[in-house]
């Protein structure tokens, strides 16, 4: 099993930044990719971003591109969402999930998910 907990959401203005962590525990080994999505009540969840444990390559959503930096820390077991430029559509659920296969964009592919940090940007 592998644990994940989310850390760092909370309220910004409009082009204001925030950074998310996400510090795993447990059978990390078992994962070689770790993902950002996000979820608003009622809508999809959507990709945002992931990061491959062995190499760093990282990988973002066109609405993430740009704004959004991924990283990771392999000897704290925790990923980092840095966000920049928030927009008032980036208000979300944002969860972070563990996936032992190279599919970042496709949630259905991460078996582990963290409980979800609450972002909102007021415009």
């Known amino acids: 099993q592998v644990q994940l907990v989310e850390s760092g959401g909370g309220l910004v203005q409009a082009g204001g930044s925030l950074r998310l962590s996400c510090a795993a525990s447990?059978?990390?080994?078992?994962?070689?990719?770790m993902g950002w999505f996000r979820q608003v009540p009622g809508k999809e969840r959507e990709f945002v971003c992931a990061i491959r444990w062995s190499d760093s390559n990282t990988y973002y959503s066109d609405s993430a591109k740009g704004r959004f930096a991924i990283s990771r820390d392999n000897a704290k077991k925790t990923m980092y969402l840095q966000m920049g430029s928030l927009k008032p559509e980036d208000t979300a659920i944002y969860y972070c999930?563990?996936?032992?296969?190279?599919?970042?964009?496709?949630?259905?592919?991460?078996?582990?998910w963290g409980q979800g940090t609450q972002v909102t940007v007021s415009s």
């Open positions: 447990g059978r990390t080994f078992e994962t070689s990719l």
């Open positions: 999930a563990a996936s032992r296969f190279m599919s970042p964009a496709n949630g259905d592919r991460y078996k582990y």
